[in-house]
């Protein structure tokens, strides 16, 4: 500890301090106010418009989500895409990446390949029609396989495998390696930071994978938990959006209440958020090192 | 399923560089192409049929479910369903229009601007000389027909109701009674009501906390007391005797500066530009709200609930406020859709009849009416569509009540949409007898009662399509919505009216109004009442 602070600095310490926990804990209310709301029996927050303190903690909501078969499978769909997905992703990109970083021949017309789907899309319909044709629809490859690789992550892993330095891999290549050996004994190896940090990336976007999942996926019980939670929660307030003779039409049917969409987003928000602690570490590091280095 | 995936893994190792480039033919399995089905045409005349629409169902109904069994055996065809979430259906139908994967039967729910596109470029078929022969059909009413009409041809089936549904304005009588006001009948006494409501303590607990009028975010309900008033209803004309909309007509002049008059004397509640037409259900629902809206049968989660309605205020009588006299001698209500979802079928299959005849009759059987008093197990048509009694639906207190888990399982009525809907002013008078509580049984009678006897004005625009009214009404409705707003709270003259009707008609209002009223004359149509 330093003891010479002046007053004004140790005021501008606390003052910090108040204020970083103020924004803080805006930062954090939405999410108290899910898991309160999620909590509230549903005939509490049917009279009341903003509940804080739930009267009594209920886990009604958990427990219909639970037991509705289609929320759980969806998990375990996205899981599963998620996994795969970004080990897939990761595997092609540095398959990829990695020649491009070293001298080959026809290296600048394959760059030039990747940086042009920076600034031209296939658009949706062609790419539908691609998915189509390799029978890929209804499968759960149509959620890993298009898009797979991200040009830009591509590019920065590229620029990642050009810091490392091409001594290594000729001294590799004096003891008898070959190029696969090279790319999994050494390279690899050594770019686990911005493997960590493209592997949350790709985990991140297989998580949310939802826009995919609606088009190519026409079995709802292949469907990813996005796709079902947006369900769920505009099933809750779908009636804003139909006339009066729609809403007079279907109106039997009694959506599942605001607590349900709470609590469906909360878990479907977790498993992911819980994922960035642990490669915090790497992530900033990786990143950076990729950057750096020109 | 290992032959699946075993043969979606050789497709990723073929498709390392380019993935257009490969087809593989071990796959054929995981979707069948929508025309592969005429083989199957010989043998006792199966058709296999696939069937595409949205849906509210939750869960979502799969492609193989005891439904679909039933179905396939009822109707002895291979049915093939995709359902996808209405909200998301638009995007997912455009795409597979564009790519011209379009399947047997698409389902969307209601016209719009690609439903006129699809229809004019052929991908649709026509179906009026079928419809002339089902039951179901004949039912539905010109002016609906004339809703579906591209070029004067018919191409979608939609599931018709009677239009009188649709919230309409509600009063609590008791508080009329205990202020000894009686009901009003014009925006003069309303006035009255609403502010002795406000300020004279109707519910009696001693403490300023009573909400006169609901009023929400975008004045969500349109507080009309008839089609004179209306905004969306095309009922006035303009000097050149064409139809306009409500929103710029006098009747909305004369809605607003009530409106603004009582947010002038302060009687309105304070934030309810801001809040969502939600809390004031919450808040009616406390019993602290004297005019609001209900509809017929009730609207569950998302409408006044009796039952809390009853425990927090005990002597509550909710009743309809009868439609208003207005300044022209008309009187009664207005009628827009009449229907809610359709169906369109393929213009592929038009060297096909016998695969239409099929769809058609299966839409058909789907359609029947059914009383609601005739929704019980002893009706075997109703045991079916629901799926049966105990798995797809239970009763209580004599009404029917879908098990919500099983329902989109067992029930082909979570597939094909039924015609359950009240067809006839008669089952306006099931929904008392259907009724939870003793003051939801009187309040549906005296709506039925109410709605029974009033005349209806038939919106023309209704029976039109106008791409331009529906590109740009909403866009205008905002703007007319956001302008009155703000005459309400006096940041702007009311004296301005004519000036924001003449923006409204600079922003497209006229181009709207010309397309409209040309459409109109084409097709022989003008606002009538029934």
Redesign the interface.
């Known amino acids: 500890m330093v003891k010479n602070h002046s007053l004004l600095e140790k005021l501008g310490g606390v003052l910090n301090v108040v204020l970083l926990a103020v924004v803080g804990l805006l930062m954090l209310f939405p999410f108290y106010y899910m898991i309160a709301t999620s909590f509230t029996s549903a005939a509490e927050s049917a009279t009341k418009t903003f509940v804080l303190f739930p009267k009594r903690w209920v886990f009604d909501a958990y427990s219909y989500i639970f037991h509705s078969k289609v929320f759980v499978r969806s998990l375990f769909v996205t899981a599963g895409v998620t996994v795969v997905g970004s080990v897939f992703s990761l595997l092609l990109t540095s398959m990829m990446a990695y020649p491009l970083s070293r001298n080959i021949t026809g290296q600048r017309f394959y760059l030039f390949l990747v940086l042009f789907t920076f600034v031209f899309g296939a658009g949706i319909i062609p790419t539908y029609m691609v998915v189509k044709s390799t029978h890929l629809i209804d499968t759960y490859w149509a959620l890993i396989i298009p898009g797979a690789i991200n040009s830009f992550n591509l590019i920065v892993l590229r620029q990642f495998f050009l810091g490392i330095p091409n001594d290594l891999t000729e001294a590799a290549v004096l003891d008898g390696a070959n190029d696969l050996q090279i790319f999994t004994r050494i390279i690899l190896p050594l770019s686990k930071p911005a493997l960590a940090a493209f592997g949350l990336f790709y985990a991140v976007t297989s998580w949310n994978t939802y826009f995919n999942a609606l088009i190519y996926i026409n079995d709802p019980t292949k469907w990813t938990v996005q796709v079902i939670l947006r369900q769920i929660v505009i099933l809750s307030q779908r009636l804003d959006s139909l006339s009066d003779g729609q809403q007079a039409a279907i109106a039997s049917a009694s959506p599942p209440g605001e607590t349900i969409g709470m609590a469906a987003i909360l878990i479907a928000t977790l498993p992911i958020l819980a994922l960035y602690p642990f490669l915090q570490k790497h992530f900033a590091k990786g990143v950076m090192l990729g950057s750096v280095k020109g | 399923m290992r032959n699946?995936l075993v043969?979606?893994l050789l497709?990723?190792a073929l498709?390392?560089s380019l993935?257009?480039a490969?087809?593989?033919k071990g796959?054929?399995g995981?979707?069948s192409p929508s025309t592969a089905d005429n083989a199957s045409n010989a043998k006792d005349q199966k058709v296999s049929i696939d069937w595409f629409d949205g849906t509210?169902?939750?869960?979502?109904?799969?492609?193989s479910s005891e439904a679909v069994t039933k179905i396939n055996e009822k109707f002895n065809v291979d049915f093939k369903p995709?359902?996808?979430?209405?909200?998301?259906y638009e995007?997912?139908l455009a795409?597979k229009m564009?790519?011209g994967?379009i399947p047997d039967v698409i389902g969307m729910?209601?016209v719009d601007a690609n439903y006129m596109k699809w229809a004019q470029q052929g991908a649709f078929l026509p179906l009026d000389e079928f419809l002339k022969q089902y039951e179901s059909t004949k039912a539905v009413p010109d002016y609906a027909w004339d809703s579906l009409k591209v070029d004067g041809k018919v191409y979608g089936i939609p599931?018709y109701?009677s239009?009188k549904?649709?919230?309409k304005p509600v009063i609590r009588k008791d508080w009329l009674d205990k202020l000894h006001l009686k009901m009003p009948t014009n925006y003069e006494e309303l006035k009255q009501v609403i502010i002795a409501f406000t300020k004279n303590d109707p519910d009696g607990n001693g403490k300023n906390d009573t909400i006169g009028l609901g009023l929400a975010k975008g004045i969500y309900y349109d507080p009309s007391f008839g089609a004179y008033y209306g905004n969306a209803t095309w009922y006035h004309k303009n000097g050149s005797g064409q139809l306009i909309p409500g929103a710029i007509a006098d009747g909305n002049k004369e809605k607003i500066t009530f409106l603004a008059d009582l947010q002038k004397q302060g009687v309105l509640q304070a934030d309810w530009a801001v809040t969502a037409y939600k809390?004031i259900f919450?808040a009616f629902?406390?019993g602290k709200v004297g005019v609001w809206y209900e509809?017929?049968?009730?609207?569950?989660?998302?409408?006044i609930?009796f039952d809390?309605l009853k425990q927090?205020a005990p002597n509550a009588e909710v009743v309809p406020i009868p439609p208003f006299k207005a300044p022209d001698g008309s009187q009664g209500l207005t009628i827009?859709?009449?229907w809610?979802r359709m169906y369109m079928i393929s213009a592929k299959l038009k060297d096909q009849p016998e695969k239409v005849k099929r769809i058609l009759e299966m839409i058909d059987y789907f359609h029947k009416p059914v009383g609601f008093d005739q929704r019980n197990p002893q009706n075997e048509y109703f045991d079916w569509l629901y799926g049966g009694e105990g798995k797809g639906y239970k009763m209580e207190n004599g009404a029917a009540q879908?098990i919500?888990?099983n329902r989109s399982n067992v029930a082909p009525s979570a597939y094909i949409t039924d015609g359950g809907?009240f067809m006839k002013d008669e089952d306006l008078f099931a929904f008392p007898k259907m009724a939870k509580t003793k003051e939801e049984q009187s309040f549906q009678q005296s709506l039925a009662d109410m709605l029974h006897t009033q005349k209806f004005y038939v919106n023309p625009t209704g029976r039109i399509i106008s791409p331009m009214l529906m590109e740009k009404s909403g866009e205008l409705q905002e703007y007319i919505t956001t302008e009155t707003t703000k005459m309400i709270f006096g940041e702007r003259p009311l004296s301005d009216w004519d000036k924001m009707v003449q923006e409204y008609m600079d922003k497209g209002g006229k181009d709207v109004i010309d397309e409209v009223n040309k459409s109109l004359e084409a097709n022989k149509i003008q606002g009538e009442w029934k």
């Open positions: 699946k043969s979606s497709i990723v498709s390392s993935l257009a490969c087809s593989s796959n054929e995981s979707e509210w169902e939750d869960p979502v109904p799969g492609p995709q359902y996808i979430p209405f909200d998301t995007e997912k795409v564009a790519s994967d729910e209601e599931t109701f239009p549904g649709g919230k809390d919450k629902n406390a509809q017929p049968g009730g609207s569950g989660n998302n409408g609930q809390v927090n827009n859709g009449s809610y879908p919500a888990e809907w």
